[in-house]
C-alpha cells in the first residue's frame, strides 16, 4: 500500500493537470461561439463545454478513456477502426525490427570485445549514426527500399525499428563482456581455456544484467521506430498509421486513443522483457 499510495498521488496530480489545461486551450472556442451568439460565458457552461468538446485542442481524459475504451472493447479484433487490429499491426513490426537490432547489437559487440580494431572502426561509426534524425531517415529508407525490389511495406518499418533499438544493446554488451575483472580473465587462462571457453563460461553470463537492462530500453526504441516508421511509408495500418490519419482529418480523439494504447503496448513488452530476465536469471542460476 505504501508503493501505490506515491504513484496514485502523480496520477491524480497528472490528470487534475490535464483537466486544468482541457479548460485552458479549449476554453478559446467556447469564448467565440458564445461572442458569435451574443451570450456570456458561466462558469459552469465553460466548464461543461469545454470537457465536452467534439474535436478539442486538448481532449479531457475521460474523452480519452472513452475512445480508447470505444478502439479496444467495443470493436472486432478484425475491424480496421479497432486499436488491436492497429496494434497487432504494429507489434508485429516492432518485434521484428527489435530481434534484428539483438542480432546486430550482440554481433558487433561481440566483435568489438575481440578485436581493437572493431572497436576503433566501428564504434564511432554506430555512435555518430544516432545523431541522425529517425524523422530524416525514415524516407530515405523507404525510398532504397523500394529501389532493391522491396515491397514489402513491413520491411522499411522494421529497418528503422532495429535502427533506433541495436545501439543500446552494442553499448551495454560491450560493457556486459568486458565487465569480468582481469583476475577472473587471468583464472581462465590458467584453465587453459579457449576464446569460446572464456566467451559461454565468463564473458556472457558477467554481461546478462547489462544485456537485459538495454533490452528494456530497445524494446521502447524499436516501438517508437515502428510507430515514426508508419508516418512517411504511406501505411494505413498500425498505431503511428492511426494517429497521423486522427491528425489530417480533425480527429483528436482518435488520435490521443492511439497515443495512449502504443504506450499501453509499450509497458506490456517491457514487462514482458523483465518477466524474460526473471526466467533466464532462474534457470543460469539454477545451472550455476
Known amino acids: 500500500m505504501k508503493n501505490i499510495f506515491p504513484v496514485l498521488t502523480v496520477l491524480l496530480a497528472i490528470v487534475a493537470i490535464w483537466y486544468l489545461g ?17 451570450e456570456n460565458v458561466s462558469f459552469s457552461h465553460l466548464l461543461s463545454d469545454t470537457m465536452n468538446q467534439k474535436r478539442p485542442v486538448l481532449p479531457t481524459p475521460h474523452q480519452v478513456w472513452a475512445e480508447l475504451d470505444k478502439g479496444i472493447f467495443d470493436r472486432k479484433v478484425t475491424s480496421k477502426r479497432s486499436l488491436v487490429y492497429h496494434g497487432w499491426i504494429t507489434l508485429e513490426t516492432t518485434l521484428w525490427g527489435f530481434v534484428l537490432g539483438i542480432l546486430m547489437g550482440v554481433g558487433l559487440a561481440v566483435a568489438i570485445t575481440y578485436s581493437r580494431v572493431m572497436e576503433l572502426s566501428v564504434m564511432p561509426w554506430a555512435i555518430i549514426s544516432q545523431t541522425i534524425p529517425i524523422v530524416a531517415l525514415a524516407p530515405m529508407i523507404v525510398v ?22 541495436f545501439f543500446p544493446v552494442l553499448v551495454s554488451m560491450v560493457k556486459g563482456l568486458n565487465s569480468p575483472d582481469h583476475m577472473q580473465v587471468d583464472l581462465m587462462h590458467t584453465y587453459s581455456a579457449t576464446d569460446a571457453q572464456s566467451f559461454w563460461k565468463l564473458r556472457l553470463p558477467a554481461s546478462m544484467p547489462y544485456f537485459f537492462a538495454s533490452l528494456k530500453v530497445a524494446i521502447a526504441a524499436s516501438l517508437v521506430g515502428t510507430i515514426v516508421g508508419e508516418l512517411p511509408t504511406g501505411a494505413t495500418s498500425g498505431l503511428g498509421a492511426r494517429m497521423l490519419i486522427g491528425s489530417q482529418f480533425g480527429q483528436p480523439m482518435q488520435m490521443w486513443a492511439a497515443l495512449f494504447a502504443a504506450a499501453i503496448l509499450a509497458g506490456l513488452l517491457i514487462i514482458s522483457v523483465a518477466a524474460l530476465e526473471k526466467g533466464v536469471t532462474r534457470i543460469m542460476g539454477a545451472q550455476a
Open 144 to 165: 532504397l527500399s523500394n529501389q532493391i525490389g522491396v515491397q514489402d511495406i513491413r520491411f522499411p518499418k522494421a529497418m528503422i525499428a532495429a535502427y533506433l533499438s
Open 22 to 38: 482541457a479548460v485552458w486551450m479549449n476554453a478559446a472556442w467556447t469564448y467565440d461561439q458564445a461572442a458569435r451568439a451574443g
